[in-house]
């Protein structure tokens, strides 16, 4: 695992930043549940296009990587939904 994270720095940064931000925007906006909604549905895309690109950088994507990530966006995005109501 940290030979893999330290050839590819950079998409992992992004990764924890984006992540980061998510979370940060996430709880700054707690009063406004709808707000935190739409901030889930956009760390769970995220997740699913850093995922992807990760991949097709690489050129090993494949239709199970796909379902992987958009399983785990979805799953998760979804708990992030489901604690705002």
Same mark, same amino acid.
């Given at each position: ?30 009063? $406004?549940? #709808?707000?935190?909604?739409? +901030? ?8 699913? &296009?850093? !995922?992807? /690109?990760?991949?097709?950088? $690489?050129? #090993?994507?494949?239709?199970? +990587? ?8 979805? &799953?998760? !995005?979804? /708990? ?6």
């Amino acid at each position: 695992m940290l030979k893999e994270i330290k050839k590819h720095k950079l998409m992992y940064l992004v990764l924890i930043v984006g992540l980061a931000l998510g979370v940060v925007l996430f709880l700054g906006s707690w009063p $406004d549940r #709808r707000l935190q909604r739409i +901030i889930s549905v956009g760390i769970a895309i995220f997740y699913f &296009l850093w !995922g992807v /690109l990760s991949h097709l950088k $690489d050129g #090993r994507v494949n239709k199970k +990587i796909v379902f992987e990530y958009l399983g785990v966006g979805t &799953l998760s !995005g979804l /708990l992030l939904v489901l604690i705002t109501f």
